[in-house]
């Protein structure tokens, strides 16, 4: 079936650095890749969407400068977070949709600790 | 906008309990509806989803669901939990037409007890 990469799975990183996130779609071309976070204990908080060779549309409250979006083909999207800070610390996970429309796809998340 | 209601936050349940868990969404339109679980230190995963046709939708593990749209809702059920079926539990929908994200349950806390 379908599968979408997501790597890494944990990163620990200090205070001020810049940690990137990637996600592939492995056997499917993904036209529209989403990125969520997860706080402890709470739900899925859709931080935007990510279209292939275009802007990503961030939600409300998202910072855009600070999350940088690059879904430069079909098959990779990248998620940066830039000059993290321990209230970045959360797990953040992405989701494929196949070029069809309704299939959608998880990677398995990254757990990111920031020192 | 979508959103997505799932009444109970944490459920407690004996081995071999019979299990459902509400979800109810609110949107205008026709949907796509998920359940989604998420094991202890583990990624979500797709449990059963709904896109048309038969209501009563079955997924992996023994689940199913029902979709019934006048009530707008679609509760998760199972007839017999077992200790493996401790995890989070997140029901999700987006809407039928366009490209539009999930927008999910902030999810029911399942844990059996032997």
């Known amino acids: 079936g379908a599968v979408v990469s997501q790597h890494p799975s944990r990163v620990i990183c200090k205070s001020g650095t810049s940690v990137k996130i990637e996600c592939r779609s492995l056997?499917?071309?993904?036209?529209?890749m989403f990125w969520y976070r997860q706080f402890p204990k709470q739900s899925l908080m859709l931080m935007a969407t990510?279209?292939?060779?275009?802007?990503?549309?961030?939600e409300q409250g998202v910072e855009k400068d600070k999350f940088l979006i690059n879904h430069a083909s079909l098959t990779l999207s990248t998620l940066t977070v830039t000059s993290a800070h321990p209230e970045d610390s959360s797990f953040y996970i992405c989701?494929?949709?196949?070029?069809?429309?309704?299939?959608?796809?998880f990677g398995s998340g990254t757990q990111l600790s920031v020192l | 906008a979508q959103s997505v209601s799932q009444h109970n936050h944490h459920v407690i349940l004996s081995e071999a309990a019979s299990l459902e868990l509400g979800c109810n969404y609110s949107?205008?339109?026709?949907?796509?509806l998920f359940w989604y679980v998420q094991y202890p230190g583990q990624h979500l995963q797709l449990l059963l989803k709904?896109?048309?046709?038969?209501?009563l939708v079955k997924g992996i593990k023994g689940f199913e669901a029902e979709f019934i749209k006048s009530k707008f809702s679609f509760n998760l059920r199972k007839p017999s939990v077992q200790w493996s079926d401790t995890a989070e539990y997140f029901c999700?929908?987006?809407?039928?037409?366009?490209?539009?994200?999930?927008?999910f349950g902030k999810g029911t806390r399942l844990s059996v007890i032997a």
């Open positions: 989701s494929a949709r196949s070029q069809g429309g309704e299939k959608l796809f």
């Open positions: 056997d499917f071309q993904a036209t529209t």
């Open positions: 990510s279209n292939e060779g275009s802007k990503a549309t961030y």
């Open positions: 949107y205008g339109g026709t949907v796509n």
């Open positions: 709904y896109f048309s046709g038969d209501p």
């Open positions: 999700a929908v987006n809407a039928r037409s366009g490209n539009t994200p999930l927008v």
